[in-house]
C-alpha cells in the first residue's frame, strides 16, 4: 500500500469519525464483554466433610431480560453489510468488515461537524470498498441504537448540523481538514433519511468531495460515504443508491430491538478473530 492510499485511509477514518461515518463516536468504546464474577463454590478436603450446597441463583429481574437485540447479534449485523458483488469490479474490500460495541454514558457527546451530538448509539457495523487506484471509495456502515425513537432523534441531530455548519474543520495542527456541506437531493427508501456534499481540503490527500448519505430504517441508521476526488467524475449516484437500496434489502429481516433505552447490559463484542471464522 502506497502512502498516499494509507493517508487517504487515515483521512476516510477522520471522516467517518467527525462528520460523515459514524453517527455516534463516544470516546470511549467496550470491546470486549466483561467477564462475570464466579460463583463460590464449596471447598472439600480429602475427609469427608460434608459438601455445602449453594441456594438456587435468583431469577433476574424484568429490566435485565430486556436486553437490545442490537447488543446481542453483532455478527448477523456484519454478515448483512453489502458484499463484493454490490461494487464495481475492480474495487478491492478495505478496510475489512467489523463491529465495535459502545456503551455511552450521561451526558456522553460525539462531534459531527460543527456541534457536539449526544451519544446514543449502542454499535456499528462497517466496511469499505475503493478501486485499486485508491479513489473512488466508499464507506458503508449500520450504527445501531436501542430503539427507533434514539435512532430518529440522532439523525434529526445530524440533519440540522449538515443543514446549519457552513464551514468547519476536521481534526487539528497538521492534520487539520477544511470541510464544508452543501445540500444534496435527499435519498429514497427507508423510513427518513438526509444527503449532502462534504467537500474537504488537506494538504496531503488534496481536494476531496464525498457524497455522504443517511437513512434510518426502524432502530438503525445506514451510512454511505461515497468520495472521489474534486475535478474528476463526482461519486457515482447510481452506485451510492444501489448500495442504499442494497442495505436496506439485508436489513429488511434483521435483528429487531427489544427494551427500553435505559437497560442497557454489558453489548456484544465481536473481536476480528471472531470475525474471521465467519468471512
Known sequence: MNRFVLLLLVLTLALLTVGCG?????PAIATTAPIAAPLPTAITTATSAPVETLPPAPSPTPAEQATPAATRTGADY???LPREDAVPSGWAMSPQPDFETRAPRPGETYRFACRDLPA??????TVGYRHLDGLPSVAIEYVIYPTAEDAAAALADMRVAA?????FTIGSGDAATAASFAPLEPPVGGEEGFAAALTTANAVSGDLVTHLVKVRQNHVIIGISHT?????APPDEALTRALIETALSNLRDGPRPSGPSAARPAPYAL???RLSRIM
Open 271 to 273: 473481536s476480528s478473530r
Open 22 to 26: 459514524t453517527s455516534d463516536s463516544p
Open 78 to 80: 456484519v454478515l448483512r
Open 120 to 125: 446514543r448509539s449502542i454499535g456499528i457495523a
Open 163 to 167: 443543514d446549519t455548519c457552513g464551514d
Open 228 to 232: 472521489a476526488r474534486a475535478g474528476d
